[in-house]
């Protein structure tokens, strides 16, 4: 490097991050062409409309229907997030605008260990806490005889997983809104709760629905703690109390044992590429939400 000029240097230089931009911009069309080219098999085979509104999942007779494990993700997800939001939102305008300035400085290492457990370590709490609490408590209670081992169990155990996802994003929304627009709000004459909702959660908006839009794509992926909780039943659920099976869960169970067996194979990458488009689908949705909300 010392043997080339300055100009040389700078070209080099210039090459190397321009490499590694073009490694980043291409990993996600270079994750969906290798999981298409591995799901081909399945997808030359069979529709679209057969492999995700099918109920049938018997590999061994040729059928694969897709329908309960993405009906299990939904209602896990959709489930988790209904649980996280309100707590996330409450806390992060608590922290931001109410408590003193000590208490965030507590609040991040808080949010930062909750964000390093291992996701298997969730999965035993929910299996020691969650699962008993709701075969013994929660489920007589609404007159319902559950193992525990449910959908509302991966809700649960997944709602807390992602509480420090969406919380740090939604600090830092909050954070970011001027201090000027705050103080404008107040010096007419206005309470600080009605500065909050008519101004702040306005203003932050955005981002909150983005920090929503996030988590439920972290959250439709999660496996490891979902799978301990869920039950792994493949049926479709008609009650928060009733076990199902999500599409992680699904490869996570199986794919060491079907490599030698090539459509089952295919529908395993199958599901990861379904997991891969509605990942992608959110994030950009909400990119694409931001957008056209910051132009008005």
Known sequence: MYLLNRQQRHVVNYSWMLFSLLIIAFLPFMLFGGL?????LLLKSYTLKDLIFSHSWHPSRGEFGFYPFILGSVWVTLLAILIST?????????????????????MHPVIDIL???????????????IVPFISRYL????GVQTMGYSIL????????????????????IFRTIPT?????????GATKWQMVKHVLLRKALPGIIASVGFGLARAFGETMAVLMVVG?????????FDPGYTLPALIANNYGEVLSIPQYDSALMFAALLLLVVSLFFNLLMHFFIARYNKY
């Open 180 to 188: 000027e627009l705050k103080e404008a709000t107040l010096s007419l």
């Open 36 to 40: 298409y080219f591995k799901s081909f």
């Open 86 to 106: 309100p707590i996330c939102l409450l806390t992060a305008i608590n922290v931001t605008q109410y408590a003193k300035k000590r208490f965030l400085r507590i």
């Open 153 to 172: 169990a991966g809700a649960l155990v997944l709602s807390v997983m992602i509480i420090p996802f969406i919380l740090n994003i939604m600090i830092e």
């Open 232 to 240: 792994n039943v493949i049926k479709v659920p008609h009650s928060v």
């Open 139 to 142: 489920g007589p209670w609404f």
């Open 115 to 129: 964000a390093g457990i291992p996701s298997v370590v969730y999965g035993v709490w929910g299996i020691l806490v």
